[in-house]
């Protein structure tokens, strides 16, 4: 088995990309960061060098790796609620906002979101998570 398969178990063979609504794109954040936080902790460089280039799964392989290792960028564990709730938590918003974002091109409020919450030693590290994350295997590269 190869190593990813390994450390992101679990992986249908083809996935879906990121949902296009906003409401269905955190229900899936939500569940992942619930999935997450029961995983064994992964160091966030590992988790990186380990990503498949995959187009058809990367999507939901960058959510996983990307939600196992945000508490240690952040430097505190992000907080989560349960998929379905009308209440959002400041780290969702967050997070939801920098993937709008990246899907518009506004590179700037990328680098915005990223330097208000994340030391720069995991900056690149994290956009990198985030880019895999909006990859859509319909877009041309």
């Known amino acids: ?24 794109r955190l229900d899936l954040i939500r569940r992942e960061a619930a999935r997450a936080r029961t995983a064994p902790r992964l160091d966030f460089f590992r988790a990186c060098s380990l990503l498949t280039l995959d187009a058809e799964r990367a999507p939901i392989v960058f959510a996983r790796a990307l939600l196992r290792v945000l508490g240690q960028a952040l430097g505190q564990r992000p907080v989560f609620h349960r998929a379905g709730s009308e209440a959002t938590s400041f780290d969702e918003d967050w997070l ?46």
């Open 1 to 24: 088995m190869p190593q990813t398969a390994s450390v992101f178990s679990s992986l249908p063979e083809t996935a879906a990309p990121l949902p296009a609504r906003p409401d269905e």
């Open 96 to 141: 939801m906002r920098l993937i709008d974002r990246l899907e518009a091109g506004d590179h700037d409020s990328v680098a915005f979101l990223l330097r208000r919450r994340v030391p720069h030693d995991y900056r690149r590290s994290v956009a990198f998570l985030l880019h895999g994350l909006v990859s859509r295997p319909d877009r041309a590269a």
